[in-house]
């Protein structure tokens, strides 16, 4: 069957348009509500695991304070947020996250409350290598009003940046290190970091926006 030349251009008009959208930019996150509340402090909850490595929980945890005061805001102290938990009946994160607002903002004082889940944590072995992936996402709510003002969710891989240009044998041999390494060592703790930093850091168009301790605060004022 033969195309007519203008089924064919009309053909490639929609192809291109489709690549076209494909390849556009993403949407600008809307930043309206967050600029709105201007949050100072952040109450940070035990992460949500969803992974299969206990340790998941603890581990973004402890690396989710210092990116988000570098971000400029007043982080209530996770340890010392934990125990009040803790104290009060309260040792799962699923539990914790299910405490009202009102009662996080009674008992906390803080402006807006952190909600983190880790989607995937730990390394996956395959026949010529392995892989430590640290995938997270987060929620900031306002304790006040309930509104949701901003979501983002990050990963980060030992993989990253990698290049499989070794041969066969070069291959086998970095497989083996690899395996070596994380079996003696706590790699996914040190992915997390990375991810962490990734998610809770202030970013152009979809990170957070700036707090109050930060250079940029003022441009980020509504």
Known sequence: MTLSLSRLISMTTVAIATLLTGCAAPKAYDYTAFKQARPRSILVLPPVNESVDIKATHSLLSQSSR?????????????????????????????????ELKKLNDIF??????????????????????AT???????????????????????ASSEEGKSNNNGLVGMLITAVVQQVISSVTDQSHEIAGIASQRLLSVQSGKGLLPGPRHPAYADAAP
């Open 67 to 99: 990116p988000l005061a570098e971000a400029g805001y007043y982080v209530l102290p996770v340890a010392l947020v934990e125990e009040t938990f803790r104290q009060n009946g309260l040792t799962q994160a699923d539990d914790i996250h299910a405490v």
């Open 133 to 155: 992936v640290v995938e997270a996402q987060a929620r900031l709510v306002d304790t006040r009003t309930g509104t949701l003002l901003w979501d983002g969710k990050a990963s």
């Open 109 to 130: 004082g803080a402006d807006a409350v952190l909600y983190l889940n880790v989607k995937r944590y730990g390394s996956t072995y395959y026949v010529l290598g392995s």
